[in-house]
């Protein structure tokens, strides 16, 4: 379960068997003071996926900076980059997406 904001619009997609995938990433914010009373932040960015019906409508309703709600199973893979950098990517496959934006916010982001 993680909350977080779109880093960039969704993606739809359709698998050889016609399913429909949306593919976002999430970054999840942790906000702490430290010992000398200094704010400090880091985000932590989540691909996710999502198949099907909800793949559909979540690709029509959220946007770029729309704070979602998601449920589903974790994983991660390793890959090396172009530079040869061994990276970790951490994702979920999605089986549950809530839109936590008020009511017209999301239609004012698209509208941006």
Request: hydrophobic residues 30%; glycine residues 10%.
């Amino acid at each position: 379960m993680l909350i977080g904001n779109l880093g960039a619009d969704p993606e739809l997609k359709y698998a050889p068997s016609g399913d429909a995938i949306t593919n976002f990433s999430i970054g999840v914010s942790n906000n702490w003071t430290d010992k000398s009373g200094e704010k400090k932040s880091d985000t932590e960015w989540f691909d996710i996926s999502v198949w099907g019906k909800q793949a559909e409508s979540v690709n029509q309703y959220i946007s770029k900076g729309s704070k979602v709600y998601v449920e589903g199973k974790f994983y991660s893979r390793k890959y090396t980059d172009d530079n040869g950098v061994e990276r970790k990517v951490y994702g979920i496959r999605a089986n549950n997406v809530q839109f936590l934006d008020p009511k017209g916010k999301v239609g004012e982001q698209n509208a941006q």
